[in-house]
């Protein structure tokens, strides 16, 4: 059974930080890329944090570059975010996914809420 599931969510005031990790089992974590999307009230889910396979290739969406950190640990099968700077814009709700070229997979997890707010 899939399963992707999302921690570390929560209220933080603006300029703090939170760290977002993602247990993932029932299926070949190596071969999967991995990645954070979020979707705020009202607008569409939007791509946040990529990694590759074995971590040599990220990529993050100009709204976070150089606050958000993303990595993954091969050997626990997790990926987290680290989260630095936040902002109220930053608050959504978060969502773990899996993605495979070869055959083609999606996963997803069921999202944890992050707000920032004073």
């Known amino acids: 059974q899939v399963q992707l599931v999302e921690s570390g969510g929560g209220l933080v005031q603006p300029g703090g930080s939170l760290r977002l990790s993602c247990a993932a089992s029932?299926?070949?974590?190596?071969?999967?890329?991995m990645s954070w999307y979020r979707q705020a009230p009202g607008k569409e889910r939007e791509l946040v944090a990529t990694?590759?396979?074995?971590?040599?290739?990220?990529t993050y969406s100009d709204s976070v570059k150089g606050r958000f950190t993303i990595s993954r640990n091969n050997v626990e099968n997790t990926v987290s975010l680290q989260m630095n700077s936040l902002k109220s814009e930053d608050t959504a709700v978060y969502y773990c996914?899996?993605?495979?070229?070869?055959?083609?997979?999606?996963?997803w997890g069921q999202g944890t809420q992050v707000t920032v707010s004073s």
């Open positions: 029932g299926f070949g974590f190596t071969s999967y890329r």
């Open positions: 996914n899996a993605q495979s070229v070869a055959p083609k997979r999606v996963y």
């Open positions: 990694i590759s396979y074995i971590g040599g290739t990220i």
